[in-house]
Structures are given as structure tokens and as C-alpha cells.
T-cell receptor, first 114, second 111 residues
Framework: NAGVTQTPKFQVLKTGQSMTLQCAQD?????MSWYRQDPGMGLRLIHY???????DQGEVPNGYNVSRSTTEDFPLRLLSAAPSQTSVYFC?????????????FGQGTRLTVV | DAKTTQPTSMDCAEGRAANLPCNHS???????VYWYRQIHSQGPQYIIH???NNETNEMASLIITEDRKSSTLILPHATLRDTAVYYC????????????FGKGTKLTVNP
């Protein structure tokens, strides 16, 4: 198993550009989520999905869209990039809603918006 | 979900046990204690979790006090590769999907 795979690893965008951060997992996990991590801060939840076709907002959803058409993939779209979206983005998955199911994280995408 | 308090940083000698404390004095009866770590800006890695009994796995041991208001993560023989930020998280049964990582403890393992 590859686990949770994020692409790209690094990206530089100009203000106003759009792009999609890719996240794929091969563990057949129901739950997937996106976090961002800013310097000196913990991770903050952007969006999450509890299964194919179902998504919901986290605590910092503005400026981001998600969709979940398959169990494996959970892309994060930046519609019009802003410097405030410069951050490291992590995708995570976990098997199901059981509270003793651990989360698996990808290696992150480091995004810079200039 | 209950709030947690951890020391900002700790040091440990290589080969010695690293004991990382976490205070969660407002924890409720249905809340689990989870530990994750993040090595040098990599994705967080799950370590261990528990409800009220002590737990051990191949990575670490988790000791939870009887009143469940605090816990200690023990890395029995720390190596240089254990240098990381360690996060203690409390999550409720049926709680939100959000994992609240806080600022964690920066553990430095010294040769």
C-alpha cells in the first residue's frame, strides 16, 4: 500500500490563479480530510468527507472547494489563490467513524502564493 | 473536545526513555487520548491512543492517570529519529472530524 499520496509536493502560484491539490489513498478508507498548517501553528481542518459523494466544511473552508466522486480521491481546489493561502497542506484518511481508528496523513504540499 | 496542555519543549539523551506529559483536566468520560508526532514538517504520524487503561505498542507506551486528567507518552529507548513535535489530542466518541493539534511538545533527542 502506498498509503496517502499528495501531489504536487511543492507549488508556487500567482495571486488569482487556480489549482487543484491532489490526494489519493489506496486503503479503502471512508473518511478523508484536508488540513492546512501555518508556521508555529497546529493543523486546521479545511474540508472533510465521510464517504463518496459526501463532503462538509471544516473550520477554515473559505476559498477552497472539494469533491469526492470516488472513495480513493479527494482533491482540494483553490479557486482564486491569495497570499493568505500560503501554507503547507496535508491530506488525511481514516477507515471509518470508530473513535479508535487512527488517521493516516500524506507528506504534504507546500504552497506559496506570490 | 477537551483542551490539552503540553510543555513547549523537552530534551532527552539518546538511548534513554523519553517521558512526555500531557494535561487534560477537563476530559470527559467518553473522550480518548491520542498521540501523534510530526517529524520535520512531514505529515503527522499516529503513535498510540487510549481511553482509561495503559496501552503499549511497538512505538510507545501510554500511561493514563486513574482520574484521567493527565497522561504520559513514553518512548522507552529514544533515538535521534524520534526528534519531532509530539501532539496530545483528546477526542470524544461521536465528536467532530476535526483533530485539534495545538502546538505540541518539541522533543529533541541528543547524541
Amino acid at each position: 500500500n502506498a498509503g496517502v499520496t499528495q501531489t504536487p509536493k511543492f507549488q508556487v502560484l500567482k495571486t488569482g490563479q487556480s489549482m487543484t491539490l491532489q490526494c489519493a489513498q489506496d486503503m479503502n478508507h471512508e473518511y478523508m480530510s484536508w488540513y492546512r498548517q501555518d508556521p508555529g501553528m497546529g493543523l486546521r481542518l479545511i474540508h472533510y468527507s465521510v464517504g463518496a459523494g459526501i463532503t462538509d466544511q471544516g473550520e477554515v473552508p473559505n476559498g477552497y472547494n472539494v469533491s469526492r466522486s470516488t472513495t480513493e480521491d479527494f482533491p482540494l481546489r483553490l479557486l482564486s489563490a491569495a497570499p493568505s493561502q500560503t501554507s503547507v497542506y496535508f491530506c488525511a484518511s481514516r477507515p471509518d467513524r470508530r473513535m479508535n481508528s487512527e488517521a493516516f496523513f500524506g507528506q504534504g504540499t507546500r504552497l506559496t502564493v506570490v | 473536545d477537551a483542551k490539552t496542555t503540553q510543555p513547549t519543549s523537552m530534551d532527552c539523551a539518546e538511548g534513554r526513555a523519553a517521558n512526555l506529559p500531557c494535561n487534560h483536566s477537563t476530559i470527559s468520560g467518553n473522550e480518548y487520548v491520542y498521540w501523534y508526532r510530526q517529524i520535520h514538517s512531514q505529515g503527522p504520524q499516529y503513535i498510540i491512543h487510549g481511553l482509561k487503561n495503559n496501552e503499549t505498542n511497538e512505538m510507545a507506551s501510554l500511561i493514563i492517570t486513574e482520574d484521567r486528567k493527565s497522561s504520559t507518552l513514553i518512548l522507552p529507548h529514544a533515538t535521534l529519529r524520534d526528534t519531532a513535535v509530539y501532539y496530545c489530542i483528546v477526542r470524544a466518541q461521536g465528536g467532530s472530524e476535526k483533530l485539534v493539534f495545538g502546538k505540541g511538545t518539541k522533543l529533541t533527542v541528543n547524541p
